[in-house]
């Protein structure tokens, strides 16, 4: 039921017999690392047929998936995929993906266009925008996308500029966690329209670099929602409720 994460590429003694999967026909999560981008297109074809899996994670230097497929061949099954790679291209088809709940993405190297083939996925509840995942300066979030979004995770983005996030957009959010997006405007620019985020409940802003404008900014949209969300500026994510107390000591000397 579950295989992975395991690694395939030439000189380890599996290349070429990664088809061999698709007879595990019980299994619910995949990891598989060292694809070639012809055999991730083979594979990817491939994966339709195991009507059980949950969970892809795909980890190679550099992943193709086909432009399109058969019918048969999607695999609307996934609730949860992981990619760490450069991708060449978000298929079209990923957005009829409907049963995915989480994507997670590490050096996708993504633009625009590309997030934009999942922003209709009405399932889609957590997305991770993790280091090198996305390569423009602006992210942009339009009206009426990601409608069950909860958790938006974006970590190590150091090329983004700014974020717009338009009226309508992701309207169950309740977490937006930004960490390590140095390149962020200090002004009004740099992220814009969390009032617009109407499930908000919490906003952090770490490891961003000085940006006192752009805090007080986004403190007063934060002032202004409804919800009144929690606004943590560099700070650790750690439930103190949830553990002992002398590790909570701990924790607030370390922190």
């Known amino acids: 039921?579950?295989?992975?994460v395991v690694n395939v590429a030439t000189g380890n003694g599996v290349a070429g017999r990664f088809k061999k999967l698709m007879h595990l026909t019980n299994l619910r999560r995949l990891g598989v690392a060292g694809l070639t981008e012809e055999e991730g297109q083979d594979l990817c074809k491939s994966i339709g047929g195991l009507s059980q899996l949950q969970r892809l994670e795909l980890r190679c230097v550099s992943i193709r998936f086909p432009a399109r497929m058969d019918e048969p061949e999607i695999p609307r099954h996934l609730t949860s995929l992981r990619l760490c790679g450069k991708l060449i291209g978000m298929p079209e088809w990923i957005?009829?993906?409907h049963n995915l709940a989480t994507v997670k993405l590490l050096g996708t190297r993504l633009n625009q266009e590309d997030i934009m083939r999942l922003q209709n996925l009405r399932n889609l509840d957590f997305l991770g925008l993790w280091e090198d995942s996305y390569i423009e300066e602006s992210l942009r979030f339009s009206a009426s996308t990601f409608p069950k979004l909860k958790v938006l995770d974006i970590d190590g983005l150091e090329n983004i500029r700014t974020m717009t996030i338009w009226e309508g957009a992701m309207p169950e959010l309740e977490l937006?966690?930004?960490?390590?997006?140095?390149s962020l405007h200090d002004n009004s620019f740099g992220v814009s329209g969390v009032q617009y985020l109407q499930s908000l409940k919490e906003?952090?802003?770490?490891?961003?670099?000085?940006?006192q404008n752009l805090i007080d900014i986004l403190q007063e949209q934060v002032n202004r929602h409804a919800r009144r969300p929690k606004f943590l500026i560099g700070k650790s994510r750690i439930v103190y409720e949830c553990i002992p107390a002398i590790i909570r000591i701990f924790f607030s000397l370390a922190y």
Request: aromatic share 4%; charged share 20%; glycine share 8%.
């Open 1 to 4: 039921q579950m295989l992975g």
């Open 95 to 97: 957005s009829s993906l």
């Open 176 to 182: 937006l966690w930004l960490n390590k997006c140095r």
């Open 203 to 211: 906003l952090l802003l770490k490891n961003c670099g000085e940006k």
